[in-house]
C-alpha cells in the first residue's frame, strides 16, 4: 500500500514539473512584450517638438543627424568649363596636320622645280599638279605662266629659289589682300548675327561649335540658335558644344519653324546683351529650290532684327571642285560673306581654296584642320602656302 502510494506522489510530481516547464516561457514571453512600448507615431511629422514616450531610449534608434551635403546640387549647376586655345598662331600650331596631307603636292612640285633642264614637258608635270589639287583651269594657267616666265628672266636653277617663287605665286594666287575678318562685334544696338548655311554632311553643326569656341577664345560672349530643326540631334550636339564653352541655345521643337527658332534666338541674344549670336541652318541639297528658298525665307526673318553680319558658308574641302556649284547657288540667296573650309587636313586637293576665292570673290576666313576641338582656325595664306610646300 505504501509502495502505491509513493508512486502516486512521484507521479504527480512529474506532472506537475511537465506543466511549469510548458507554462513558465509563454509567460515571461508576455512579460517582455508588455514591456517593450508602442512605435511611436508622427515623431517627425506631426509634432517636430515631441520627444519618444518615456522609458524608449534605450530602445529607439537616435534620430539621424540631419544632412550636411547641401553643397552638391551648387556643385553640379557650375560645370567646369572649356578654356579654348587663343586663335593668334592657331594656323601655326596646326600646321603639321595640312602639310602631311599636302605634302605630296608639294613634293611634286618642287620636285620638278629642281630638275637641271625645265622643258615644256616639266611645266605640263607643273601644271598637271596644280590641276590635281583642285586649283582650277584658269588659276593653274596664270601661275604657271608667270613662275616659267620668273625663272627664264632670273635664270635661276636653285632649289631654295625655285621654292620661293613658287611660294610668292600660290600666296598671290590666294589673293592675300581679300578681309578675312569674321565680323563678330555689333554695329547697332543688338548683338552682331552669323549666319552659319552648307549642304549635308559638310560638318556645318561642328563647326558652329567650333566657331563658338574661337569667338569665346578671342573674348566673345556667344549664344547658339538651333534653327535646323528637321534633326533633333543636330540641336542637341550644338546645345553639348555651347555648354562646354558656357554658351547657351536656343531651340525648337523638332520639325518646327527654322525662321521661328533663328528670330527667337536673335531676340534672345538681344535681351541678354551677348556679342555674338551664332545660327545654324538645316543642310540643304542646292538642287532642291523649296528648301533654299526657306533659307531666303529664314534670313529676312532674322533681319528684322538688324542686319546679319557674317554670313559663313561650309564647305567640305574633300568635294573638290563639286563645292563650287554649291557654292554659287548659295551666295545667290543668302549673300554669303565667307567660305568655311573643313576636312582640309585629310585631303591633298588644298587649290580649291584658289578656285573657291576666283569664282566668288569671296574670301576663306576659316579653315578646319582636324576633328579636335579647337582645330579650326583662321586662314592665313603665307602659312597656308609654307605648309603645302612642307
Not at 628672266?153 to 569674321?182: C, I, N, S
Amino acid at each position: 500500500m505504501l509502495e502505491f502510494l509513493l508512486i502516486a506522489i512521484a507521479i504527480v510530481v512529474i506532472a506537475l514539473g511537465l506543466i511549469v516547464s510548458l507554462v513558465a516561457p509563454r509567460a515571461r514571453l508576455g512579460r517582455r512584450r508588455r514591456e517593450v512600448p508602442p512605435p511611436p507615431t508622427g515623431l517627425s511629422t506631426t509634432s517636430p517638438q515631441a520627444g519618444p514616450p518615456a522609458g524608449s531610449v534605450d530602445t529607439l534608434p537616435a534620430p539621424p543627424e540631419p544632412h550636411t551635403a547641401t553643397a552638391l546640387p551648387d556643385v553640379a549647376s557650375a560645370p567646369v568649363l572649356d578654356v579654348p586655345e587663343p586663335t593668334a598662331g592657331r594656323m601655326q600650331r596646326l600646321r603639321a596636320r595640312l602639310s602631311r596631307s599636302q605634302n605630296v603636292l608639294g613634293r611634286s612640285l618642287l620636285a620638278v622645280l629642281a630638275r637641271d633642264r625645265l622643258d615644256d614637258e616639266a611645266w605640263e608635270e607643273v601644271e598637271d599638279a596644280l590641276l590635281g589639287a583642285d586649283v582650277g583651269v584658269k588659276p593653274t594657267t596664270e601661275i604657271v605662266e608667270r613662275l616659267r616666265t620668273r625663272t627664264q628672266v632670273l635664270g635661276t636653277r636653285d632649289p631654295a629659289q625655285l621654292r620661293a617663287l613658287l611660294a610668292e605665286e600660290l600666296v598671290t594666287a590666294l589673293q592675300p589682300d581679300l578681309d578675312r575678318t569674321l565680323h563678330t562685334i555689333s554695329t547697332g544696338d543688338g548683338p552682331a548675327v552669323v549666319l552659319v548655311v552648307g549642304v549635308n554632311g559638310t560638318g556645318k553643326t561642328t563647326t558652329c561649335g567650333k566657331l563658338a569656341r574661337v569667338l569665346v577664345a578671342d573674348g566673345r560672349s556667344v549664344l547658339l540658335g538651333a534653327a535646323d530643326t528637321f534633326r533633333a540631334a543636330a540641336a542637341d550636339q550644338l546645345q553639348t558644344w555651347g555648354a562646354r564653352v558656357g554658351a547657351e541655345t536656343v531651340r525648337g521643337p523638332e520639325g518646327g519653324d527654322p525662321a521661328s527658332v533663328a528670330f527667337d534666338a536673335v531676340r534672345a541674344g538681344k535681351d541678354a546683351g551677348v556679342d555674338t549670336v551664332v545660327i545654324d541652318t538645316a543642310g540643304r541639297l542646292h538642287t532642291k529650290v523649296g528648301l533654299m528658298d526657306e533659307l531666303g525665307k529664314l534670313k529676312r526673318v532674322v533681319e528684322k532684327h538688324g542686319p546679319i553680319n557674317e554670313t559663313l558658308l561650309v564647305l567640305d574641302a574633300t568635294t573638290g571642285q563639286n563645292g563650287l556649284t554649291q557654292a554659287r547657288v548659295f551666295t545667290e540667296v543668302a549673300d554669303v560673306t565667307g567660305v568655311v573650309l573643313t576636312k582640309l587636313d585629310g585631303t591633298a586637293k588644298g587649290g580649291i581654296v584658289i578656285s573657291v576665292q576666283r569664282e566668288l570673290g569671296v574670301p576663306v576666313k576659316l579653315i578646319g584642320l582636324g576633328e579636335g576641338a579647337d582645330d579650326l582656325a583662321p586662314f592665313e595664306p603665307v602659312e597656308f602656302v609654307d605648309a603645302l610646300l612642307g
